[in-house]
């Protein structure tokens, strides 16, 4: 998605994120180990680690390219085209977690992309090719992939899930 302006990214981050809050408070937090949500068996846990992941995955990228390093994308020892591989093991590396490390997680996750945006100027999120990391692409091409949009598409797999079950 492309965004006009600094508001608009902000709103529309806080405005899934909010989406997807009040969707999870809908379920009773016994459901969250439950499995069938999306991929191969993926819980809500899963599902709310995998986002937490790819956030801080972005922050990451950020971090190397204001520090002059080159940000591994998406991941070290990952391709662009291996992302089915990386989300299975994201999957793994946080199954056996509580649902309660999950959500302080995410909501810390959340919390460090809040501030992250609402420190940069307008023209370091829009202006294309800002950060020599991002080459011809703004910021947020980057940015909203791994938070609202992220968001959008939990949302989503859970509508499908819970009209599945029921």
């Known amino acids: 998605m492309r965004?006009?302006?600094?508001?608009?990214?902000?709103e529309s981050i806080e405005n899934e994120h909010r989406t997807?809050?009040?969707l999870l408070a809908t379920i009773p937090e016994a459901r969250y180990r439950e499995g069938g949500v999306w991929g191969d068996g993926w819980t809500i846990d899963d599902l709310l680690a995998h986002l937490t992941e790819w956030e801080q995955m972005f922050l990451t990228w950020h971090r190397?390219?204001?520090?002059?390093?080159?940000p591994v994308m998406p991941a070290p020892g990952y391709k662009w085209g291996e992302t089915p591989a990386l989300n299975r093991a994201i999957q793994a590396r946080h199954h056996s977690k509580s649902t309660?490390?999950?959500r302080r997680a995410f909501e810390q996750s959340?919390?460090?992309i809040l501030a992250l945006t609402t420190?940069?100027?307008?023209?370091?999120?829009?202006?294309?090719g800002h950060f020599p990391w991002t080459k011809a692409y703004p910021l947020t091409t980057y940015l909203g992939?791994?938070?609202?949009?992220h968001y959008r598409f939990a949302t989503k797999v859970l509508k499908r899930w819970?009209?599945?079950v029921a």
């Open 110 to 112: 959340y919390t460090e």
């Open 64 to 70: 190397d390219g204001c520090a002059g390093r080159s």
């Open 100 to 102: 309660a490390e999950i």
């Open 3 to 10: 965004y006009a302006s600094k508001r608009e990214l902000l």
């Open 162 to 164: 819970l009209r599945s």
């Open 145 to 149: 992939a791994n938070s609202a949009s």
């Open 20 to 22: 997807l809050i009040e």
């Open 119 to 128: 420190s940069l100027s307008e023209e370091a999120l829009l202006a294309p």
